[in-house]
């Protein structure tokens, strides 16, 4: 391999890698405001958790079938069908994968349909008496109302799947937002027409039932925005049968269910972490918010640079090219390191003034800033062992190895599992919301043991590791350090007031991603990348 095509796709990861996360920060921005508003409105009550628990539902019971695994294992199927015979067969391809993911996400709609007592007896069981048999009528009628969410999600994921596969990112990056605009419409108007910090006693079935029909209506316009994106990126076809009969899609299909495990470990451990935040008033407000931010900051990092990295790898993979697809992918663990680092230091550093920040409305009370100060310093390093986790497990996809990623995502479910279950026994208070988003981080590192060590092993004779590049991450890392002391120092002088602390964190973020971007310039011509 020439270090022409070696520049050449370093060049088009970082150009996609920049389109994917400048997108994805307006959609997790928005994404991190819908759970702010929903505190804001909704307060830290028992009826905030259930809704917080139960309007996330579908999306959980769409991780379980295939999720986040979808545009792992069609995209790499999808660029190599394309290379082999032409995008026709490409479209085919496609087709027959959509018309069977749509057939079992009906499936799956149903089944939340039949189980909806189960599931809403397990989210409100920490609701004490007497409110819990009226929680639990409620919780009930959301989920029937946001059951036909888990179609609406695999349409809107094959419309990602499919612009991916062709390199187009941006309005597959940027349409949640519109979902997640269309969910904080809906809790405005419901507060504004019922009155905000209701709990469960005060709250209205019509209110339940406009919640849940507002929030289903925002998925449908985000599936159909992803619909249109695959129109515009000239792969648009049209679902059918007889994926049988296609042996591409007969192969992706058996690696989805293969997959399963991956796609449904995160889920479970959401909902493990969701029952028991259910049993603190405002607990569930306070994970989510935490999630919001990790993946968040996930998204617009290393998980931006895995997305974007995911067809070059492909292709390196396809082309049985070891040299270039283990240049790819230190490339991306490059990236993936240098985008997490500033995050990791300020967000730890400044976890109490980002949750006082964070917290408004119903939600602005000492107890929960606090709580939630201890979830976001744990979830600063939760981020980036997240996001190698998820750039290993895109490469080892890329190379149709669908082990490695489903016994990560076995560890993962245990560990984190395990964890959140013993912060039961802890007092109701800020150490068990902070056990739980510990839960994530042991997982996440876990998890991303797993997958480097499976890689290690499958790029063989070539290096896992750039270590010249790692000592460059680490003094620019190191450059951002003053910067952030004295931005500490400032706080604690002139914090006096909301707006101060907002312009004084700001402005730490802005020197010290300017001080760790110089540094970088500086460092990286003089250490030349291991080979």
Same mark, same amino acid.
């Given at each position: 391999?020439?270090?022409?095509?070696?520049?050449?796709?370093?060049?088009?990861?970082?150009?996609?890698?920049?389109?994917?996360?400048?997108?994805?920060?307006?959609?997790?921005?928005?994404?991190?405001?819908?759970?702010?508003?929903?505190?804001?409105?909704?307060?830290?009550?028992?009826?905030?958790?259930?809704?917080?628990?139960?309007?996330?539902?579908?999306?959980?019971?769409?991780?379980?079938?295939?999720?986040?695994?979808?545009?792992?294992?069609?995209?790499?199927?999808?660029?190599?069908?394309?290379?082999?015979?032409?995008?026709?067969?490409?479209?085919?391809?496609?087709?027959?994968?959509?018309?069977?993911?749509?057939?079992?996400?009906?499936?799956?709609?149903?089944?939340?349909?039949?189980?909806?007592?189960?599931?809403?007896?397990?989210?409100?069981?920490?609701?004490?008496?007497?409110?819990?048999?009226?929680?639990?009528?409620?919780?009930?009628?959301?989920?029937?109302?946001?059951?036909?969410?888990?179609?609406?999600?695999?349409?809107?994921?094959?419309?990602?799947?499919?612009?991916?596969?062709?390199?187009?990112?941006?309005?597959?990056?940027?349409?949640?937002?519109?979902?997640?605009?269309?969910?904080?419409?809906?809790?405005?108007?419901?507060?504004?027409?019922?009155?905000?910090?209701?709990?469960?006693?005060?709250?209205?079935?019509?209110?339940?039932? %406009? *919640?849940?029909? &507002?929030?289903?209506?925002?998925?449908? $316009?985000? +599936?159909? /925005?992803?619909?249109?994106? @695959?129109?515009? =990126?000239?792969?648009?076809?049209?679902?059918?049968?007889?994926w049988r009969q296609d042996r591409e899609a007969y192969d992706a299909m058996r690696r989805i269910v293969r997959?399963?495990?991956?796609?449904?470990?995160?889920?479970?451990?959401?909902?493990?972490?969701?029952?028991?935040?259910?049993?603190?008033?405002?607990?569930?407000?306070?994970?989510?918010?935490?999630?919001?931010?990790?993946?968040?900051?996930?998204?617009?990092?290393?998980?931006?640079?895995?997305?974007?990295?995911?067809?070059?790898?492909?292709?390196?993979?396809?082309?049985?090219?070891?040299?270039?697809?283990?240049?790819?992918?230190?490339?991306?663990?490059?990236?993936?390191?240098?985008?997490?680092?500033?995050?990791?230091?300020?967000?730890?550093?400044?976890?109490?003034?980002?949750?006082? %920040? *964070?917290?408004? &409305?119903?939600?602005?009370?000492?107890? $929960?800033? +606090?709580? /939630?100060?201890?979830?976001? @310093?744990?979830? =600063?390093?939760?981020?980036?062992?997240?996001?190698?986790?998820?750039?290993?497990?895109?490469?080892?996809?890329?190379?149709?190895?669908?082990?490695?990623?489903?016994?990560?995502?076995?560890?993962?479910?245990?560990?984190?599992?395990?964890?959140?279950?013993?912060?039961?026994?802890?007092?109701?208070?800020?150490?068990?919301?902070?056990?739980?988003?510990?839960?994530?981080?042991?997982?996440?590192?876990?998890?991303?043991?797993?997958?480097?060590?499976?890689?290690?092993?499958?790029?063989?004779?070539?290096?896992?590791?750039?270590?010249?590049?790692?000592?460059?991450?680490?003094?620019?890392?190191?450059?951002?350090?003053?910067?952030?002391?004295?931005?500490?120092?400032?706080?604690?002088?002139?914090?006096?007031?909301?707006?101060?602390?907002?312009? %004084? *964190?700001?402005?730490?973020?802005?020197?010290?991603?300017?001080?760790? +971007?110089?540094?970088?310039?500086?460092?990286?011509?003089?250490?030349?990348?291991?080979?």
């Amino acid at each position: 391999m020439n270090s022409a095509s070696i520049s050449a796709g370093s060049s088009s990861t970082a150009r996609n890698s920049v389109t994917v996360a400048g997108w994805t920060i307006l959609s997790r921005v928005v994404g991190l405001l819908r759970v702010l508003v929903i505190g804001a409105v909704m307060g830290p009550t028992y009826l905030a958790n259930i809704f917080q628990a139960g309007y996330v539902l579908p999306g959980n019971v769409f991780t379980v079938m295939a999720g986040p695994v979808l545009a792992m294992v069609v995209v790499p199927a999808v660029v190599g069908t394309a290379a082999a015979g032409g995008a026709t067969r490409a479209g085919e391809l496609l087709s027959h994968i959509g018309g069977r993911l749509l057939a079992v996400a009906g499936v799956g709609t149903a089944a939340l349909a039949l189980l909806s007592p189960l599931l809403a007896w397990t989210l409100v069981f920490g609701v004490p008496e007497p409110d819990r048999g009226r929680a639990w009528l409620l919780t009930l009628v959301l989920v029937l109302f946001v059951a036909p969410q888990v179609v609406l999600c695999a349409i809107a994921a094959l419309g990602v799947a499919a612009q991916q596969s062709r390199g187009r990112f941006a309005l597959a990056a940027a349409a949640p937002a519109v979902e997640s605009l269309g969910t904080i419409g809906t809790v405005v108007l419901t507060g504004w027409m019922f009155g905000a910090g209701l709990d469960i006693a005060q709250s209205p079935m019509t209110m339940m039932i %406009l *919640l849940g029909a &507002g929030t289903t209506a925002s998925v449908a $316009l985000h +599936a159909a /925005l992803q619909t249109y994106g @695959a129109w515009r =990126a000239g792969v648009l076809v049209p679902p059918r049968r007889g994926w049988r009969q296609d042996r591409e899609a007969y192969d992706a299909m058996r690696r989805i269910v293969r997959s399963v495990p991956v796609a449904a470990c995160p889920a479970i451990t959401a909902y493990v972490l969701t029952v028991a935040a259910g049993t603190v008033p405002g607990g569930v407000l306070v994970v989510q918010l935490s999630f919001q931010v990790f993946y968040a900051l996930s998204f617009v990092g290393a998980r931006a640079v895995s997305m974007a990295a995911l067809p070059k790898l492909a292709e390196a993979a396809a082309a049985q090219d070891g040299p270039r697809f283990a240049a790819a992918w230190r490339q991306g663990l490059h990236y993936a390191v240098l985008v997490s680092l500033p995050p990791l230091c300020l967000l730890a550093t400044f976890a109490a003034p980002t949750a006082d %920040l *964070l917290a408004n &409305g119903e939600l602005r009370q000492s107890s $929960l800033i +606090a709580e /939630l100060a201890g979830c976001l @310093a744990v979830i =600063a390093f939760a981020q980036l062992a997240g996001g190698i986790h998820d750039l290993g497990r895109q490469a080892l996809f890329s190379r149709l190895d669908d082990a490695g990623p489903r016994l990560a995502s076995f560890v993962a479910v245990g560990v984190s599992t395990t964890v959140a279950l013993s912060t039961l026994l802890l007092p109701a208070d800020s150490s068990r919301l902070t056990g739980l988003t510990v839960a994530i981080l042991a997982a996440e590192i876990a998890a991303a043991a797993i997958v480097l060590r499976r890689l290690r092993d499958a790029i063989r004779p070539h290096r896992l590791l750039d270590g010249q590049r790692a000592i460059a991450a680490g003094l620019a890392t190191l450059a951002t350090l003053p910067v952030i002391v004295a931005g500490s120092w400032l706080l604690d002088v002139l914090g006096d007031g909301r707006i101060v602390e907002l312009l %004084l *964190l700001l402005a730490t973020g802005a020197l010290s991603l300017a001080a760790f +971007a110089l540094a970088l310039r500086v460092v990286s011509p003089r250490l030349r990348p291991e080979s």
